[in-house]
């Protein structure tokens, strides 16, 4: 369904999936139709921090994956090769609230987009509609 969207090709797409072997492998295919998608909390940082989330996945992906950078790949051939544990996965849900947020926040500010506030109201311009 996303091979005809060709409009997401003119914007920022981040992509955050579990990681493990089929988290990077939904990536890579990504990548082959939106070169410039970013992963998000994808990284050996949020994998260590949250340890005691870890689970297994049933089946790995073992394909090589050409279209992740050098730190994903790193991440990725070491759950595929399980140097870290057998059949590693953190599934997204498990990362805490607060690593996702500061990760958001601060994705925010490289990107220079204004912080939500409940308290600012959205801005609509609607045109004026002309009676007889």
């Known amino acids: ?5 060709d409009w997401l090709s003119r914007c920022r797409i981040h992509y955050w999936g579990d990681i493990d072997t089929h988290g990077f492998a939904i ?8 070169d410039p998608v970013q992963s998000f909390l994808m990284d050996r940082a949020t994998l260590l921090a ?5 689970g297994e996945e ?8 050409p279209r992740l950078n050098p730190a994903e790949m790193a991440l990725y051939n070491d759950l595929r090769d399980n140097r870290i ?16 947020e500061s990760a958001l926040s601060a ?3 490289f ?8 308290s600012a109201s959205p801005q609509i311009n609607l045109p004026a509609i002309a009676s007889n």
């Open 1 to 5: 369904m996303l091979r005809k969207a």
């Open 27 to 34: 990536l890579d295919q990504l990548r082959s139709r939106f």
């Open 50 to 54: 949250f340890e005691s989330q870890w």
């Open 58 to 65: 049933e089946k790995q992906t073992l394909r090589d994956l």
């Open 85 to 100: 544990g057998k059949n590693l996965r953190l599934e997204q849900e498990r990362i805490g609230f607060g690593w996702m």
């Open 107 to 109: 994705l925010m500010q």
């Open 111 to 118: 990107h220079s987009i204004p912080a939500y506030s409940e």
